[in-house]
């Protein structure tokens, strides 16, 4: 399974402004618009619970595309779940990898947010990261990867200017 992690920051590290979790209020289009380019281009997208909650607000449910939702508690869910749509569990990352190799799927993007980022990173599973840099400071804020101690190795692999205020889309390898 090729996983592909995307996640957005300030140039001081944080992917949200302090305690507000909406990000779409200072992220700029052209990141907006690489984002959805990779969520139509992706089958499989797995988040973590605060991570759905914050987007609900944009997240379109459509067939042929399984977004899984992580939680301690998916029988909370069930009632918005949508088969082959919108799923919720408890799985760790291994046995919710192997289940969704099982039913074919070859790619996971991986949304986000720093609590699932690190439970993935722990288990070496992430492939490669698309990370933009917004020209911005918060000072405060969520970061791209929290609750774990690692010490990863990236190669980076390609570096592309987004717009004229120059907010920066890098694509890493994970080694
Ligand atoms: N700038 C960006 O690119 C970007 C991207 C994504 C998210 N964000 C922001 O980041 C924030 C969310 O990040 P976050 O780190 O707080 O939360 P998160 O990673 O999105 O979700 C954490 C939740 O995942 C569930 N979880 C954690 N460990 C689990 C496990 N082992 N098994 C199953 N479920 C598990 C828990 O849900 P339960 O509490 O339900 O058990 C936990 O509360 C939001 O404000 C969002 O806007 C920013």
Redesign the pocket.
């Known amino acids: 399974m090729k996983i592909t992690m995307?996640?957005?920051?300030t140039v001081d590290g944080k992917?949200?402004r302090g305690e507000n979790?909406?990000?779409y209020t200072w992220t700029s289009s052209e990141d907006q618009k690489h984002f959805f380019s990779l969520i139509k281009k992706n089958n499989l997208i797995v988040?973590?619970?605060?991570?759905?909650e914050?987007?609900r607000p944009v997240i379109r449910l459509e067939k042929g595309k399984l977004r899984i939702v992580?939680?301690?508690?998916p029988k909370?869910y069930s009632k918005e779940s949508v088969t082959g749509q919108l799923e919720f569990?408890?799985?760790?990352p291994e046995k919710l990898i192997k289940r969704m190799e099982g039913l074919g799927y070859k790619k996971i993007l991986l949304?986000?947010?720093?609590?699932?980022?690190g439970?993935f990173l722990k288990e070496n599973l992430v492939d490669e990261l698309y990370l933009t840099i917004e020209p911005k400071i918060f000072g405060s804020g969520?970061n791209i990867i929290?609750g774990q101690l690692l010490d990863k190795f990236l190669q980076l692999i390609n570096v592309k200017k987004l717009n004229k205020k120059g907010t920066l889309l890098l694509r890493y390898k994970i080694i």
Do not use: C, P
Request: hydrophobic share 35%; net charge positive; proline share 0%.
């Open positions: 995307v996640m957005l920051m992917t949200t979790k909406n990000i988040m973590g619970r605060k991570t759905f914050a987007s992580l939680t301690h508690h909370k569990s408890n799985e760790n949304v986000g947010g720093a609590t699932i980022n439970l969520k929290e």
